[in-house]
């Protein structure tokens, strides 16, 4: 199956470890990933900060480029995935006209994370398990964008997004409930407001914690960052003894298929997961 | 000073038409605080969302543009996904950044703001495609300009470097697309 591929800027930065882990993955469950030719970067929080039409025309010219390649687009990042629906719900609204800006869509814009998750790929990654992720206690964490707002990402269950939980199951793991699972983590005030950030992840690990979990599950390369980044940093300064690997759910789709790059992949993070996968006889 | 509760008393018409000009129906809101109760920020918000929403409501400009609630919005779209009537409180708060910018107006913190405009910046000067070191090292040398601290550039670096030892930094940025012209011509659009 092929499909247009959105990476976004930091799957060339400082997301190469999800990045190769997607590309891992896709070429198990047959899915050709053909990455849109000149993409450029969606604009990011900054663009809708300070400039709306900035923040419309950067994610319509990739609109337009996809539209030339006329197949569905699937976006790992869910800051892209969710400009790319802002900005197409957009141009197919009144709005469109007046910006000058022609399209006519007729492809559907996934965020990867619930394209994976499509029935018919759970079914045949079931097949392919060969090392059951056995009591991996784990937390989905979908963060914010990917589900909200549901009137611009199209989703009825944006308050409780259970995909991530069902694709665990697969994988033989163990996924805990718990009410944070959309909760921000802060994610473009990373830089300007590190503050912010300390005080929402700090929240998010003791009530991943409270559940019971083990390690976080995420499918934004944003919540990675600041949960696993910045993880030794907050653990100082509020005198806890934080060990919480933060894994892709591309990553233990690998690991739990036998996939030989998947340790490489997780050897790039700050958070190393590889104690906790000995512990729990994966690894 | 004029005692605020008067100032509440004269509503100035000005924002909220702009606001609802721009599809932000702040006049449909009926205070029932479901975007505060919600909003993850508000332990570092001088105003509450509804508050925001409220004061804009009676044009009450001074108290949301120099408010830190607008700037420290993570844009988490919790509220206006919540909103009983279908207010785009977040859509609100971009707005209410953009305009404090455009007018010129003083920030009551501007580290965000400069951090988004360093970004574009960044963006735009590379052609089309976010360069992440090269946005980081703006706004290092941004930050230790304003105020230098070394115990944190020593912190930021120490991160680097267990980045770049694990393959996560790409010192040259992404070139340039092919279709930079493009992008030249839609900065140069949107006025930034
Ligand atoms: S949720 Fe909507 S109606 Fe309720 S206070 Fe907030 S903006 Fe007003
Ligand atoms: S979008 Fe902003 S105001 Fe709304 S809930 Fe999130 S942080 Fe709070």
């Not at chain 1, 018919?120 to 914010?144: H, I, R, T």
């Not at chain 2, 120099?66 to 779209?77: K, L, P």
């Not at chain 2, 070394?150 to 120490?158: E, M, N, P, V």
């Not at chain 2, 694990?166 to 279709?179: D, E, F, H, K, Y």
Request: glycine content about 8%; hydrophobic content about 40%; overall charge neutral.
């Amino acid at each position: 199956m092929k499909v247009t591929y959105y990476p976004g800027c930091s799957l060339e930065g400082t997301a190469v470890d999800y990045a190769a882990s997607i590309a891992g993955v896709a070429s198990l469950l047959d899915v050709d990933l053909v990455e849109l030719f000149d993409w450029n970067c969606c604009g990011a929080s900054s663009a809708h900060s300070l400039n709306h039409q900035l923040a419309l025309h950067l994610p319509a010219r990739n609109l337009a480029l996809a539209e030339k390649a006329g197949r569905d687009v699937v976006a790992p990042c869910a800051l892209c995935f969710n400009r790319l629906k802002v900005a197409e719900k957009t141009l197919q609204g009144p709005q469109g006209e007046e910006l000058g800006l022609s399209y006519r869509g007729g492809f559907k814009i996934w965020d990867l994370l619930d394209f994976l998750t499509q029935n018919a790929f759970l079914e045949s990654l079931a097949a392919k398990v060969v090392l059951p992720l056995m009591n991996l206690k784990a937390v989905c964490y979908y963060g914010c964008l990917v589900a909200r707002p549901p009137a611009v990402t199209d989703r009825a269950d944006s308050e409780n997004p259970q995909n991530m939980e069902r694709l665990l199951e697969v994988l033989g793991a163990t996924p805990l409930d718990w009410s944070f699972k959309t909760d921000c983590c802060g994610a473009g005030l990373a830089l300007a407001r590190p503050d912010i950030i300390d005080t929402l992840v700090q929240r998010l690990y003791e009530r991943a914690l409270a559940a019971g979990a083990e390690c976080f599950v995420v499918s934004c390369q944003m919540c990675q960052a600041n949960l696993d980044l910045c993880q030794e940093r907050i653990a100082r300064k509020f005198g806890q003894d934080y060990y919480l690997p933060v894994f892709y759910f591309t990553e233990l789709m690998g690991l739990a298929v036998g996939h030989p790059q998947a340790p490489h992949w997780l050897a790039q993070h700050l958070v190393d997961p590889m104690p906790l996968l000995k512990m729990k006889g994966i690894i | 000073m004029e005692n605020p509760t008067n100032q509440l008393l004269r509503p100035q018409y000005v924002l909220p038409e702009q606001l609802v000009k721009a599809n932000l129906a702040v006049t449909s809101c009926f205070q029932c605080r479901k975007c505060s109760g919600g909003c993850p920020l508000t332990f570092a918000m001088d105003l509450l969302p509804h508050h925001v929403i409220r004061l804009a409501l009676l044009g009450q400009e001074e108290r949301v543009f120099d408010s830190m609630t607008i700037w420290v919005c993570s844009g988490c779209q919790t509220c206006t996904s919540r909103c009983p009537n279908g207010i785009d409180i977040a859509g609100t708060m971009d707005w209410l950044k953009e305009e404090a910018v455009r007018r010129g107006r003083t920030l009551p913190d501007d580290m965000v703001a400069t951090f988004h405009r360093i970004f574009l910046e960044s963006l735009r000067d590379a052609g089309g495609r976010l360069s992440e070191s090269g946005l980081l090292r703006r706004f290092t040398l941004f930050k230790m300009r304003r105020q230098p601290d070394f115990a944190g550039l020593k912190a930021d670096l120490s991160l680097g470097w267990k980045l770049w030892k694990r393959g996560r930094v790409r010192w040259r940025g992404p070139s340039a697309l092919r279709g930079k012209g493009e992008i030249a011509e839609i900065f140069r659009k949107v006025e930034f």
